[in-house]
């Protein structure tokens, strides 16, 4: 009887894991459970707002619809408005600019240059003007100095006359010495005024004397004779200068 009891408790025991393990295997959810559990399907927020406000059932949905074409095409316009007025505008505008610009550059070379230019003739305009007035002068001289010789030729000629005793033939080339010295006389005084009215008063003085004092006549031609040889040497340094 004993024998009978402890293999009854032995036959307990082995069966106690036993059914654990079947526990365990009936928890463990099979593959087929786990790919009959539902699955969340549903589209996203933005997805479902975007079908709420794009629904054709819905007035909404058709007005958004309808304003979101023309939208469309107002943007559409509105670009092609944009890049027309480039290409027709202001890309031709901007070339000509960039083409003013080149030219104004090339205009204010050549201008500076032109300034350049005329500064240089101005520069020789002034010399030149400075020589023609020198030369206009010193023919003012010299015409003064060829008149003065004449004058001393007619004056040394009417010394010769009175030491030959033809005073009619020295009272002439006195009167032509006269004549010569009047015409002369303008640009002598420019030349030398002291000196040129002396030669004026000595000439009267020979021939107011010349009437009446052969002798101081004479004397005064010599002293004149030396005059019109210093003045001679005036005009000739003015020429010369």
């Known amino acids: 009887m004993d024998e009978n009891v402890i293999s009854t408790e032995q036959n307990d025991e082995n069966q106690e894991p036993l059914e654990t393990a079947a526990e365990v295997v009936e928890a463990v959810p099979s593959g087929e459970e786990e790919q009959s559990q539902p699955v969340d399907k549903r589209p996203g927020w933005l997805k479902r707002f975007m079908a ?51 030219t104004l ?57 009175i030491q030959s005793k033809n005073y009619i033939e020295a009272k002439k080339k006195l009167a032509s010495a006269r004549n010569v010295l009047d015409v002369a006389l303008p640009e002598l005084r420019k030349a030398n005024k002291a000196d040129a009215e002396r030669l004026d008063t000595r000439l009267d003085l020979v021939i107011s004397e010349f009437g009446n004092d052969v002798k101081a006549a004479e004397s005064d031609l010599d002293v004149m004779v030396d005059w019109v040889l210093e003045f001679d040497k005036l005009l000739q340094g003015l020429i010369d200068k």
Do not use: C, H
């Open 52 to 102: 709420f406000l794009f629904n054709e059932d819905t007035r909404l949905g058709r007005f958004n619809k309808s304003f979101l074409r023309l939208l469309v095409i107002i943007i559409a316009l509105f670009a092609t408005g944009v890049l027309v007025a480039y290409f027709v505008l202001y890309q031709p505008v901007k070339n000509q600019l960039v083409s003013t610009t080149e």
């Open 105 to 161: 550059r090339s205009t204010t070379v050549q201008l500076n240059d032109t300034v350049s230019t005329l500064e240089e003739v101005d520069a020789a305009l002034t010399d030149m003007t400075t020589a023609y007035d020198d030369l206009v002068e010193d023919y003012a001289y010299a015409t003064a100095q060829n008149e003065l010789l004449r004058i001393y030729g007619m004056v040394v000629d009417a010394q010769m006359y």
